[in-house]
């Protein structure tokens, strides 16, 4: 194996253990100890060039033996998935077997790359949102870059238990979220209203699509089972929203969106959730220079706010940060788990 695949597999291995997928992380090792190039899909993995860890080779692999099992075609490997725990001998033997049968949808799995949306990110908006809402007393228009299916652009449509009795919105709603909230807690009782939804992303996801939200579904590890019926949930409520994302390049997109004339009474609020590191640094230079410009131009009546939740290299979680303007400052409002599944707030 090129040493690069190798270490891809490990490195993944270690994160699927310590974001709760011990299974995806046990599939990891299978791969980096046992594939060989027997097969299609075995060689390409293989052989994939340097790039492997930005392809995200480990999680296209993944997902390419989950769309199998979901797709009913593989009952054998089907039958040792979770929520059974098969010994690793074992799933590895019907691995192989499944590879020998269905090398070539395996191996055409792999050409995209990996793209997800996760729902429960949904927490940290929602925390970040009632906070400007109190600070600010004004509607909020909502602005995504890279919003992926645009399922967190409904984020006040969704359910929340949020540990100790605290919960936040319908308890009737389609999508429940369980977030753990700590620290210095943000508003719940703040009314929050949204005056507008708008998102973008290079390769939007359509929730209307089966074949889309199939591949989006098989992305997910297979063990997280709230974490697969939250996003089921979320995109079958996605198909009735009144909104879609554009597809547009983060860069035009923002500059386009921050040259339109601010309406008075209403906050401003663009922001992105794990998407950063995939932009360019032009582009991320690009986007900083755009604000900076809108925001000299905000007012106590025309509020701009860039928040994000992202990596930054913080060993505990995404970091949760906004820079409000007039005025500019940047703000560091709490970290976050990756999936949400806690928010520590500042
Ligand atoms: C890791 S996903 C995160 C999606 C979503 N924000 C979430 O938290 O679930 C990164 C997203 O950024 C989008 N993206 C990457 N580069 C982009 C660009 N230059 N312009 C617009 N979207 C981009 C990808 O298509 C993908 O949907």
Redesign the pocket.
Known sequence: MNPHVLGTFRSQAEACRSLGSPFTATLCDLFAERLTDSSRFGARILNWPDSAKDDAIALRAAGALHALVRSGRARELAALYPPLEAKPDQLWAAIEAAIEKHDDFLHDFLDSPP?????S?SSALLGLTLRLTERFGKPLALH?????AG??LAFDSYHYRLGDDLEWGDPKALVDIESLWRGNLPPLDAELVIASRAG????P?DPHNPDSVERQLAYIWADQHQRIGRVSAALSAATTRPYVVEK????E?VETRLAEEPEPGITRVFF????WQ???RE?QERITAAFAEAGAKATDETPLVWMY?EAEGHPGGAVLKQTVWPGGEKETAGLSDYHGRWVDWA
């Open positions: 793209q997800t949306n996760e729902v990110r995504e870059i890279g919003a992926s399922l967190n973008c992303d290079r390769n996801l547009a390049d983060a860069a997109w992105h959730t794990i998407v995939y932009l360019s582009k939740m």
